[in-house]
């Protein structure tokens, strides 16, 4: 890419030290800064802004239960920033749009909100955040209740809420009328944020079942808080995406490609076309790691945004694209020939200042996709690109898009809904070698256009569409139930039959997904001969699907992973219910048809007799099946029907003793404490814990040097009413870190001694290549050595020296490097960061006046 390349020198967290830290403000300083811009300061309402304020009270979390890992805050922005802002539930650098979960593939450097209107005579525009001059101008209080709410609809959830709506809910407020330079940054013009008077409600939805697993929902509420109304507002969504491996030396910055997909073909199929309306963005070849094949660093996915809810259904809608940089001549973007316009930079690309910003949220352009950048559509308005700009912007760019919706109206203290639905998709990119081979002419780009995968990110829009508003179901009561096609199709004897499908709601959000039954919470302990879980079904057996309003539990599978992704984990061991689907034979349709939930083994046989045997009677023929009354039926088994039959599956414990030669505990108390609620003192059961329902599951064998990941899953039967498939909770959802080592009870019970491996740790040692060191295949090979403390005390503090006794490290247990109640990994990294050097090195752990102390050799 020719021309210089806009970077990102500094994290927001890094410009809030310099500003904030580095270079405090006395009270003369900033009282004299407030007289000097008190004029300057004062809002579109008349009102001053506060120019000295407390620290906002900013916070980032991250959808965790699903396949797309987002990262949400309260400032708003969408993602991290490259991992800039830290997860409020580790401490680590959040993930900023991690697809597949675990895979450490990023989708997404930062989404924000922008809002614009007109003001009386200003043109204002609001943005979370703009990408470019570090802008942040929406920000929540400064109490520690302006923080992020979760919430989860699961009962087994330790957030669990009535009101909730998804397996996972962060709600934020945040407001723009914070105007301290020091936070919100200013514009190229230099002058300070001028906000809107806004304050926005924000609410994101994620649940963990396969349909659902790869989007989220993100519902704002904008409210006018001002006295003046707000005219022609605009609302969209600002996307920066950088697509790539985390391990990326420019971190995907030069290479993404985007575009706007309408409509996708039906799964109905008959030439029907789903509306999908997504604004999509993706590496431009996926990143083969070969020349032959992609590999676990290759980006083959796309992430996306649609917009669910406008204030109004007729509201415009606006895709305009472009590529960033710090030289006007490739900071560009398509644009109409009729409203050609400097974006402030000089260029056609970046949108400058409040009044740029405006102006291409309200353009109403849909701009063509960027792989055409190279192709002249004079003839349908737009300017023509100049040859160079076109044919290196169609290979990708540092890209960026809005996607914005409007105008409407804000009256004062009024408010309006604006929804959307962050969403990815696999397989966008399918051959390694497609890019190479189709892509060498950009002015006919149509061969390379047809390869792009777009099946699975329109499914899941599609999905999302359903789950943000049900088809076929009357929310308000008005008869209306929302639009159908009618599928005609043609049985074998030429009956025509007509089938009513509607393809979507009545127009008033749900949020309301059939979900599987929630997953147990688990409870782990270990040794060095193997793991053992404990979980308590009572909710997860007993909770109705919130869609079908029936208690619909069938089972649990237990999966084992090395890595925590969805495509690691191996399934164990599966138990079920030992229950059958009836169905009976429909002599119109000439198909066999269910209308009633399962029935269990038991019940059967009382109904037939005990002798009787329903896998005599398979659906495998059309109308031969059991003589009953009138009718045919035939049954057919539902999953396995192993109801703990499996000598190495889990077990099914009907009291609360601990059996002879058990190594499993009692109810861990923590666990009591915060989530098991009135105990019974005398059964010791409560509303969600009961004796019955206490599962047990072990596992030997495994390699204690590594972690390992195990989650219990909790899934259903359908339903016949609906026709949805049974459905199974995410492994992500409760995937518990498994190490095979002595845990802190077993460590004190025996009084055993702090051991450390690899000791001593060679450089050449081969660790990575065997899975020990860096398993995501990060690439950053002096990031990710690891030297292993195991049979720790719970608590204690250990000091690293040099044989001269200068203090290398301090590290705290339980802490950050923690990775279990009796382990520690150390990432051979001095106080200040640094790598250490070959040496020999002094550890001491000390724990309640007890001191150990050992030695480390390091030959790097």
Not at 162 to 180: K, N, Q
Not at 448 to 467: L, R
Not at 758 to 766: I, R, T
Request: glycine share 8%; hydrophobic share 35%; charged share 20%.
């Amino acid at each position: 890419m020719s021309g210089h390349i806009r970077s990102r020198p500094l994290s927001f967290l890094s410009i809030l030290l310099l500003l904030v830290l580095i270079q405090p403000v006395t009270p003369e300083q900033a009282s004299a800064a407030q007289s000097e811009k008190a004029e300057r300061s004062v809002g579109v309402d008349g009102l001053f802004k506060s120019q000295l304020i407390e620290v906002p009270y900013y916070e980032t979390c991250v959808h965790k239960y699903t396949n797309m890992r987002l990262a949400v805050s309260n400032v708003g922005l969408i993602g991290s920033e490259s991992g800039s802002w830290m997860d409020c539930e580790t401490g680590e650098s959040a993930v900023s749009c991690e697809f597949p979960a675990g895979s450490m593939q990023e989708y997404l450097y930062a989404a924000s909100l922008w809002i614009g209107a007109i003001v009386g005579s200003d043109t204002l525009v609001t943005a979370g955040s703009e990408g470019w001059r570090y802008m942040y101008e929406m920000w929540p209080c400064a109490q520690p209740e302006c923080g992020l709410t979760r919430r989860s609809s699961r009962p087994s959830d330790e957030y669990y809420d009535e009101d909730a709506v998804s397996d996972l809910d962060y709600i934020a407020v945040y407001t723009d009328t914070l105007v301290d330079y020091r936070w919100t940054g200013s514009d190229w013009d230099g002058l300070p944020h001028s906000p809107l008077n806004i304050e926005v409600t924000q609410r994101s939805y994620s649940w963990s079942v396969d349909y659902a697993q790869d989007f989220v929902l993100v519902d704002y509420s904008i409210r006018n808080i001002g006295h003046r109304d707000l005219k022609k507002v605009y609302a969209g969504i600002y996307v920066d995406g950088d697509v790539s491996h985390i391990s990326s030396q420019s971190g995907g910055m030069l290479d993404d490609m985007c575009g706007f997909r309408e409509t996708m073909p039906s799964r109905v199929g008959h030439g029907y076309l789903d509306t999908i309306n997504l604004a999509w963005i993706a590496d431009n070849d996926g990143d083969p790691e070969s020349v032959e094949s992609f590999g676990p660093s290759s980006v083959q996915g796309v992430t996306g945004v649609k917009v669910m809810r406008t204030p109004l259904r007729n509201a415009k809608i606006s895709f305009n694209w472009w590529n960033s940089n710090t030289d006007v001549y490739f900071d560009w973007g398509p644009m109409l020939e009729a409203t050609r316009r400097n974006y402030g930079s000089g260029g056609m690309g970046t949108p400058e200042g409040d009044q740029n910003k405006y102006y291409l949220m309200s353009n109403g352009e849909h701009d063509y996709d960027q792989i055409f950048a190279a192709v002249d559509f004079r003839e349908h308005g737009w300017l023509p690109p100049v040859s160079r700009i076109g044919m290196e912007m169609a290979l990708g760019g540092d890209t960026r898009y809005v996607l914005s919706v409007g105008p409407f109206e804000i009256p004062a203290y009024d408010s309006l809904p604006f929804t959307i639905a962050y969403v990815a998709g696999e397989k966008f990119h399918r051959q390694p070698t497609d890019f190479t081979d189709l892509m060498f002419d950009q002015y006919h780009p149509e061969i390379y256009y047809s390869t792009f995968g777009f099946e699975d990110i329109g499914e899941n829009c599609v999905w999302a569409s359903w789950v943000y508003d049900n088809p076929g179901y009357d929310t308000d009561g008005d008869g209306f139930a929302g639009p159908f096609w009618e599928i005609e199709d043609t049985l074998s004897d030429s009956t025509i039959v007509i089938d009513t499908f509607y393809y979507a709601g009545d127009g008033v959000p749900d949020f309301r997904a059939a979900t599987a039954p929630p997953p147990p919470l688990l409870r782990l302990r270990t040794t060095q001969s193997g793991a053992y879980l404990r979980w308590n079904g009572l909710i997860t057996e007993t909770t109705p699907d919130p869609f079908t309003r029936q208690v619909d539990f069938e089972g649990y599978r237990i999966y084992l992973g090395r890595l925590r992704n969805v495509n690691s984990f191996a399934l164990v061991t599966s138990h079920d219910l030992v229950d059958f689907k009836r169905f009976y034979w429909d002599d119109e349709r000439q198909k066999w048809f269910n209308s009633e939930a399962p029935l269990s083994l038991d019940w059967l046989l009382s109904y037939y007799g005990g002798d009787f045997d329903p896998e005599s009677y398979p659906c495998s023929e059309p109308g031969v099946g059991l003589a009953e009354d009138s009718s045919v039926c035939c049954f057919e088994p539902v999953d396995w029907n192993q109801y703990f039959s499996d000598p190495r599956g889990m077990k099914k414990r009907f009291t609360g003793e601990i059996e002879a030669g058990s190594v499993t505990p009692d109810l861990d108390t923590t666990i009591a404490d915060n989530w098991i609620r009135d105990i019974d003192p005398l059964t010791g059961d409560s509303t969600l814990y009961h004796k019955y329902y206490e599962y047990e599951f072990s596992i030997a064998n495994l390699l204690s040097s590594v972690p390992w990941y195990l989650a219990v899953t909790a899934f259903d039967f359908g339903d016949f009413e609906t026709g949805l498939e049974a459905m199974e909770s995410s492994p992500l959802a409760n995937a518990v870190e498994v190490w095979t080592i002595n845990d802190a009870a077993y460590v004190e019970e025996h009084n055993l001694k702090v051991q450390v491996y690899p000791n001593p740790y060679k450089s050449d040692g081969g660790y990575a290549s065997a899975g020990y060191e860096d398993p995501y295949k990060t690439g950053f090979v002096d990031h990710e050595r690891r030297i292993h403390f195991v049979n720790l005390p719970r608590s204690c503090t250990i000091r690293i020296f040099t044989v001269s006794g200068d203090l290398v490290r301090t590290l705290a247990h339980p802490g950050y490097f923690s990775n279990a109640d009796s382990k520690l990994t150390w990432n051979m990294r001095s106080q200040n960061n640094e790598l250490v050097t070959s040496g020999i090195y002094i550890y001491c752990v000390e724990s309640n006046g007890d001191t150990q102390i050992g030695k480390i050799v390091i030959v790097l």
